[in-house]
């Protein structure tokens, strides 16, 4: 059960590049967030993609507090957080080759491999599946906790199921409440969505999930053509998913979000019949864009038109948005080019429909 207590604490953590020891108000933070969770409580930690609602990985208890805490369906896997290599070795029954290349050539780092799943993985953290998904962050105070606790953590993003995921530990106070026992407050993500993940079972190695890390850059790690997307492998016959992030809807604002290639002829459209409306466009310095922005019922968001920064802003923006009680987010349609592959995902799954069981 998720515990009923009081607002959980924050607690800053920062360690100095020129430091060689964390500092010793961090020291404290992370013996604090350890004990916590050897005990199976839930802590909330930052990473560079998202930040992420942490438990301990080979604890079905805890495991199963993280999904109830999230309100997240049983068929939608976690990703393991490791300290390193020879702790995800440890963690499958077969270590494919294409995962070892992965590995030692982007760990630490935004990308997750799938692995077949060792025998001592909890059926929960991988929804009855035979894989598990696994990745090391390129976040040093997350992956020294991780060391000091000997084991894996499981770390789903730290909000409630399908929505936002946080890139500020405010975020998560706002998503999650009393349903996490401890924050550790790192400041924003850098890459401010959740990370590639690749599905290293099959003979050619395909994305499952979109992300930070791109097809050819992963294409010259395992010496092969561009990694492709397949969205039929990422279920097992069972149902069970072999990835996180495969929902329809997902990444969502409670407002109302569309993509649009004109979003000025839309943002017109939904202003002149009253409509407030949030527009997230990289085009704020146009004319049209500066005459629709003077409009009460318009919010105007610039966005910068390099997918990096694009993505490391997009759900800080939507979660600022979101809380200024409007009828509609509009945002412009990106180019539909292999550099914003993952925005265009993270969109997609924000203004689908809800289905059934979402």
Not at 23 to 43: M, S
Not at 138 to 155: F, M, Y
Not at 180 to 203: Q, Y
Not at 341 to 356: Q, V
């Amino acid at each position: 059960m998720v515990m009923d207590h009081a607002l959980p604490e924050t607690l800053s953590i920062r360690w100095p590049a020129e430091s060689p020891q964390p500092p010793a108000d961090t020291e404290a933070a992370l013996a604090r967030a350890a004990a916590l969770l050897a005990a199976g409580r839930l802590v909330a930690i930052p990473t560079e993609t998202v930040y992420g609602l942490a438990g301990l990985a080979l604890d079905t208890a805890a495991v199963e507090r993280i999904f109830i805490a999230k309100g997240r369906a049983a068929t939608n896997p976690l990703i393991l957080h490791v300290d390193g290599i020879a702790m995800a070795r440890s963690l499958s029954s077969a270590w494919p080759d294409a995962a070892e290349r992965i590995a030692a050539e982007f760990w630490p780092g935004p990308v997750t491999v799938v692995v077949p799943k060792a025998a001592h993985v909890p059926d929960a953290v991988t929804a009855g599946g035979p894989t598990v998904a696994i990745r090391c962050p390129d976040q040093r105070l997350t992956r020294l906790l991780i060391s000091r606790l000997g084991q894996p953590l499981a770390a789903p993003s730290a909000n409630r199921s399908l929505r936002l995921s946080p890139t500020t530990a405010s975020h998560v106070l706002e998503s999650l409440g009393a349903k996490v026992d401890l924050i550790l407050d790192a400041g924003p993500c850098g890459h401010g969505i959740e990370s590639t993940v690749v599905d290293c079972t099959l003979p050619t190695p395909v994305i499952l999930r979109p992300g930070p890390l791109g097809a050819a850059a992963l294409a010259v790690a395992l010496g092969a053509a561009p990694l492709t997307a397949t969205p039929a492998a990422s279920a097992d016959p069972s149902g069970s998913c072999r990835s996180p992030g495969q929902a329809a809807r997902h990444y969502a604002p409670l407002t109302p979000l569309e993509v649009t290639p004109d979003g000025a002829a839309r943002v017109r459209s939904l202003s002149h019949s009253g409509r407030r409306v949030g527009w997230l466009t990289t085009r704020s310095q146009e004319n049209q864009t500066r005459q629709i922005a003077a409009s009460p019922h318009v919010v105007v968001v610039p966005m910068p038109d390099d997918p990096i920064r694009f993505a490391a802003l997009l759900y800080a923006v939507l979660h600022a948005v979101d809380k200024r009680s409007l009828d509609a987010i509009v945002v412009d349609e990106p180019p539909a080019t292999e550099p914003w592959r993952a925005i265009r995902d993270r969109l997609a799954r924000a203004c689908a429909a809800d289905t059934p069981g979402d």
